[in-house]
């Protein structure tokens, strides 16, 4: 019995600290409850461009945290790549994870990740949003389905 109560206390915490999270914070620190990110840390919001790949620095920086949310039944793949300018089929990632599809159970499907290391990047930072793994194949994808947010330097 106890540990069904502490379940359901944790439970609502969790869902009392998304709930209540003010808009303008970091949209990874109010999902994870408080994770200690860089001060230096700046957010890209791909919201605002709704597109399925965008640059997010065009110079040397490193990624520390992402969340890419799709609201779509397909899965599809994140990928972060070391280039100034958009990624090309020649391009390989640095880091690619798949996000899998909305179902009735899990909406929209969510890749949160905090990295223990910062990943560095050379060139620049670009992410892009594909309908498989290591491509960059866009046919089907809804771009208003996906939100991508980097913590990066």
């Known amino acids: 019995m106890k540990n069904v109560l502490l379940g359901i206390l944790i439970g609502v915490v969790a869902l ?3 709930i209540f999270t003010p808009k303008d914070s970091n949209p990874i620190e109010g999902f994870l409850g408080g994770v200690n990110l860089p001060d230096r ?3 890209y919001d791909q919201s ?7 640059t997010i620095k065009t110079a040397s920086g490193r990624v520390y945290s992402f969340r890419v949310t799709n609201s779509g039944q397909a899965e599809r793949f994140f990928g972060l790549y070391d280039l100034d300018r958009r990624a090309s089929n020649s391009s390989n990632p640095i880091y690619a994870a798949p996000i899998g599809g909305t179902t009735a159970s899990r909406s929209p499907a969510t890749l949160t990740e905090t ?3 910062p990943l560095s990047f050379s ?16 046919s089907g994808i809804d771009r208003n389905n996906l939100t991508v947010s980097v913590c990066y330097e």
């Open 115 to 117: 990295l223990p290391a």
């Open 16 to 18: 009392y600290a998304v």
């Open 123 to 138: 060139t620049g930072i670009t992410w892009v949003v594909s309908t498989g793994f290591g491509n960059f194949a866009s």
């Open 48 to 54: 605002a461009s709704r597109s399925i790949k965008d």
């Open 41 to 43: 840390c700046q957010w």
